[in-house]
């Protein structure tokens, strides 16, 4: 099956008992057992239930993974896979991973002595000169967020099997219709599905896909331990985002490819930000391992002051936090999502205040572009 049929038909996708097209929202906390310990497949909602478990279906087969698993959030996901370390277990992480997953390290897994550095990932020899007799895992994010910048993750795969490390990917950025870790050497696939699988800024939620077996086990076990599973609805309204991705990507991809030329060609914007730019550092790594570039772009005005003032002049992109949902959404990330950042470390980033993010919607590119045009000026 290929991927956009996939996404249509390749989870558990109807009912049995009644042919419902679309799987039924199972509302319940319990099943009844037929007689002791004699179960028809579930017996409490946390452990498992039949809407999460289609849903779990669908990104395991997207990912081309064995099996899937489906959180409350990207972060719930992510904290559930960290504790598949122990203490004094070191990871290496992407520097500029989300700043959820920052905080996760230096302030809550650090107290319990999970160890990290955070490094360029983009550079493979200093990922190979931070390894230490205690590192289990790399924890690598591409692209990232807001520089869009672009690690290798065959290579990681290869430094990961070498020294026999767990390689995780947050592949949040690119989604599985452009990006499938799993067939490129990760261990572990994990997905703020809050943004393009849902994309209707509507859920939060988080999934992750493996191939092993192994692992498989053992993430389950720590899902139904921790406990921070999705519902069913939400893990109902994420199927239906699914049936609908390729769709979005696609539409999301056109619109975006429009946006940067027109970027790339304003006096008002000295720098653009996307892999899909073949001056783009991480271009070619893209091209090999993705075969879309997405749909967030940055850009930098060259002021806070003429960011701010674009900001309040667009009118079709929201000024808004979060991303890949169909509205294309706007934000400066020095004052929003990177604003905990302290400046001199921002600037070493690249994150100035005159650095625009941009989410491209679905629209009607003509409009968007319309409007970047009224409110950037000339
Ligand atoms: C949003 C996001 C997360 C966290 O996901 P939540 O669903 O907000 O908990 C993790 N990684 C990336 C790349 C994200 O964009």
Same mark, same amino acid.
Not at 71 to 88: C, Q, V, Y
Not at 110 to 138: G, M, R, S, Y
């Given at each position: 099956?290929?991927?956009?049929?996939?996404?249509?038909?390749?989870?558990?996708?109807?009912?049995?008992?009644?042919?419902?097209?679309?799987?039924?929202?199972?509302?319940?906390?319990?099943?009844?057992?037929?007689?002791?310990?004699?179960?028809?497949?579930?017996?409490?909602?946390? *452990?498992?239930?039949?809407?999460?478990?289609?849903?779990?279906?669908?990104?395991?087969?997207?990912?081309?993974?064995? @099996?899937?698993?489906?959180?409350?959030?990207?972060?719930?996901?992510?904290? *559930?896979?960290?504790?598949?370390?122990?203490?004094?277990? @070191?990871?290496?992480?992407?520097?500029?991973?989300?700043?959820?997953?920052?905080?996760?390290?230096?302030?809550?897994?650090?107290?319990?002595?999970?160890?990290?550095?955070?490094?360029?990932?983009?550079?493979?020899?200093?990922?190979?000169?931070?390894?230490?007799?205690? *590192?289990?895992?790399?924890?690598?994010?591409?692209?990232?967020?807001?520089?869009?910048?672009?690690?290798?993750?065959?290579?990681?795969?290869?430094?990961?099997?070498?020294?026999?490390?767990?390689?995780?990917?947050?592949?949040?950025?690119?989604?599985?219709?452009?990006?499938?870790?799993?067939?490129?050497?990760?261990?572990?696939?994990?997905?703020?599905?809050?943004?393009?699988?849902?994309?209707?800024?509507?859920?939060?939620?988080?999934?992750?896909?493996?191939?092993?077996?192994?692992?498989?086990?053992?993430?389950?076990?720590?899902?139904?331990?921790?406990?921070?599973?999705?519902?069913?609805?939400?893990?109902?309204?994420?199927?239906?985002?699914?049936?609908?991705?390729?769709?979005?990507?696609?539409?999301?991809?056109?619109?975006?490819?429009?946006?940067?030329?027109?970027?790339?060609?304003?006096?008002?914007?000295?720098?653009?930000?996307?892999?899909?730019?073949?001056?783009?550092?991480?271009?070619?790594?893209?091209?090999?391992?993705?075969?879309?570039?997405?749909?967030?772009?940055?850009?930098?005005?060259?002021?806070?002051?003429?960011?701010?003032?674009?900001?309040?002049?667009?009118?079709?992109?929201?000024?808004?936090?979060?991303?890949?949902?169909?509205?294309?959404?706007?934000?400066?990330?020095?004052?929003?999502?990177?604003?905990?950042?302290?400046?001199?470390?921002?600037?070493?980033?690249?994150?100035?205040?005159?650095?625009?993010?941009?989410?491209?919607?679905?629209?009607?590119?003509?409009?968007?572009?319309?409007?970047?045009?009224?409110?950037?000026?000339?």
């Amino acid at each position: 099956m290929r991927s956009k049929t996939k996404m249509v038909h390749g989870g558990i996708t109807q009912d049995e008992q009644t042919g419902a097209v679309s799987v039924p929202i199972y509302q319940v906390s319990t099943f009844k057992q037929d007689g002791v310990g004699n179960l028809r497949g579930y017996e409490y909602a946390r *452990t498992g239930n039949p809407t999460r478990h289609a849903l779990e279906t669908v990104i395991a087969n997207l990912e081309n993974g064995s @099996h899937g698993f489906a959180f409350g959030s990207g972060m719930a996901a992510i904290s *559930t896979i960290m504790l598949l370390l122990k203490a004094g277990d @070191h990871v290496i992480i992407t520097d500029d991973v989300y700043g959820g997953s920052f905080r996760l390290m230096t302030k809550v897994l650090k107290k319990f002595k999970l160890d990290h550095t955070f490094i360029d990932t983009t550079k493979p020899e200093t990922v190979q000169n931070a390894i230490q007799k205690n *590192t289990k895992a790399i924890f690598i994010e591409t692209p990232t967020n807001p520089l869009l910048k672009i690690t290798d993750i065959k290579k990681m795969a290869e430094i990961a099997k070498e020294h026999q490390l767990l390689l995780i990917v947050d592949n949040t950025f690119a989604t599985p219709y452009w990006q499938q870790p799993l067939d490129l050497g990760a261990h572990i696939v994990v997905h703020s599905a809050t943004k393009y699988i849902g994309g209707h800024s509507d859920v939060v939620a988080g999934l992750v896909a493996v191939q092993s077996d192994e692992l498989a086990d053992r993430i389950h076990f720590l899902q139904n331990s921790v406990g921070a599973v999705l519902g069913p609805q939400d893990s109902w309204l994420l199927m239906r985002g699914i049936k609908t991705l390729a769709l979005r990507m696609e539409q999301i991809e056109n619109n975006s490819k429009e946006i940067v030329d027109y970027l790339i060609n304003h006096d008002n914007v000295k720098s653009v930000y996307y892999p899909g730019i073949k001056t783009h550092p991480g271009h070619q790594i893209a091209k090999q391992q993705s075969t879309g570039f997405g749909g967030m772009i940055s850009f930098d005005v060259g002021s806070g002051e003429l960011a701010e003032n674009i900001l309040k002049e667009i009118k079709y992109f929201t000024l808004a936090e979060s991303l890949g949902a169909v509205e294309s959404l706007i934000s400066i990330p020095a004052k929003m999502t990177h604003a905990s950042i302290p400046y001199d470390r921002r600037m070493e980033l690249g994150i100035t205040d005159g650095l625009i993010r941009i989410s491209v919607g679905i629209e009607d590119v003509r409009d968007l572009m319309e409007d970047l045009d009224q409110a950037i000026g000339n």
